[in-house]
């Protein structure tokens, strides 16, 4: 079984469930930055969710949200800044460019402000690690115990295609969610087609919520007798989770390449409500285009990559807006903004 159609065709089904945001392959650790890789993140909306999509549709630096740049008074760029210069210029650029700042000169001097507050806009956010196949657990069960000795995340949840059983249950963390997902099989059915695959989740256990505002346990290396771990305290984990938010918010779950074959079933006559996943009639099934698709595959039938616009389709099924207008406010006065 293909982990990645399982997580693209899990993600699909997901996205019609959340209010919030769906993103896949996300960095989930604290004290070693990409040393945990979350399949699946679900955000849910928080009370001011609305606000976020008029805001930018890429992700916003986490050290400009954490700048002393405020939506009111600009201020002098270096000096809003607790950071090595080039991390707070880099910064700076990026906020310019995505719109969630904006600039002006004074003597020489750049100085920026915030075209609106940063608004609190995500809750809960879960984490969902991908396994189809438990007989092939490969790191499975550490993978989940950091997940919840560091409780980055609200709650974990482990989605499968096996039958799970009593063995299995026992050798993952008690508060670790079980999800049986159910696929329509294109095997079974070869009138199935890419955007009719339909998708059911049984919740065979569910998920216990973790203590996200309390100190955590990260594990980092593993030798013989002991595991060296870090403490990472709670603030730390709350800059992590705004910075998880902000990178789900901005990536989304459809990075993923179409093949550029003639057994790719992608078109313009799909119905504007299915969804669109790289399948191919030939395979049975979604494909992997970066490394399963090409000259090498006996199938392949050289051809155009499909023209597929991914963020329209996500922008028209989800509340995230591919261009935003932004927020602009008229200068009162040399300083003062309304």
């Known amino acids: 079984m293909s982990e990645f159609a399982f997580e693209l065709e899990l993600c699909a089904h997901l996205e019609t469930r959340c209010e919030g945001v769906v993103a896949r392959q996300l960095g989930a650790s604290v004290a070693d930055p990409g040393g ?18 008029q805001l930018t549709s890429a992700a916003i630096p986490d050290t400009a949200i954490e700048s002393a740049v405020g939506p009111g008074r600009a201020r002098y760029w270096k000096d809003a800044f ?19 700042f904006e600039s002006q000169l004074r003597n020489g001097r750049e100085y920026v402000r915030q075209v609106a507050r940063y608004p609190d806009w995500y809750g809960r956010i879960r984490g969902i690690e991908n ?19 560091l409780a980055l995340v609200d709650e974990v949840v482990l989605a ?48 216990e919520p973790l203590p996200v505002d309390r100190p955590g346990v990260e594990p980092l290396e593993a030798n ?21 938010a902000e990178r789900a918010y901005g990536k989304g779950w459809r990075t993923f390449g179409l093949p550029a074959c003639g057994n790719c079933q992608l078109g313009d006559d799909a119905p504007s409500s299915e969804v669109t996943l790289p399948y191919c009639d ?12 090409g000259p090498a595959c006996p199938a392949h039938e050289p051809g155009d990559e499909t023209d597929v616009d991914l963020e329209a389709e996500r922008e028209r099924r989800t509340p995230w807006i591919a261009d935003p207008a932004g927020k602009r406010r008229r200068q009162s006065g040399l300083d003062q903004f309304w």
């Open 82 to 100: 607790d950071c090595h210069p080039d991390r707070a210029r880099r910064a700076t650029e990026r906020a310019l460019e995505i719109g969630f």
């Open 131 to 149: 396994k189809p196949d438990l007989g092939r657990p490969g790191d499975l069960e550490s993978q989940l115990r950091t997940d919840v000795s």
């Open 36 to 53: 945990r890789i979350l399949d699946v993140v679900c955000v849910e909306p928080g009370p001011k969710f609305d606000e976020r999509p």
């Open 282 to 293: 030939w395979a049975g099934r979604v494909v992997d285009a970066g490394s399963e698709c």
């Open 224 to 244: 013989p007798g002991r595991t060296d771990v870090e403490i990472v305290d709670a603030d730390d984990k709350a800059r992590t989770r705004r910075r998880l």
């Open 160 to 207: 499968t295609e096996s039958y799970v059983t009593r063995a299995h249950l026992n050798r993952i963390p008690d508060e670790v969610g079980v999800w049986r997902v159910h696929r329509e099989s294109a095997d079974a059915d070869p009138s199935v087609t890419a955007s009719a695959l339909e998708v059911e989740i049984e919740v065979v256990r569910e998920a």
